[in-house]
């Protein structure tokens, strides 16, 4: 199986490279396989629309302004480590 056939058929590793290409970057070859891998795969092509929104959204999260007020309610902490606490004391 030649180089193109691999990452034409190849899902696992074109997720790969759509995740490190938001965050990292990628070669020009890593970004040539991808270019192939997603002219053939609807489905691929549709984890990359999604994966961006999806890092666009919490980047937004974490970099806006309310992001140091986002904290938990001090009830709902109490309640979940006594939570945490009853079920880890079944075993």
Excluded: P, W
């Excluded at 990628?26 to 970004?31: D, F, G, T, V």
């Amino acid at each position: 199986m030649d180089e193109i056939t691999k990452i034409a058929y190849n899902c696992r590793k074109a997720t790969l490279l759509i995740e490190r290409k938001q965050i990292l970057g990628l070669s020009a070859r890593e970004k040539l396989e991808l270019k192939i891998h997603l002219a053939g795969c609807n489905v691929c092509k549709i984890f990359e629309r999604q994966s961006i929104l999806i890092n666009r959204m919490v980047h937004g999260l974490f970099h806006s302004s309310q992001a140091n007020e986002l904290k938990l309610d001090e009830k709902y902490k109490k309640q979940l480590q006594e939570r945490i606490e009853k079920e880890l004391n079944k075993h």
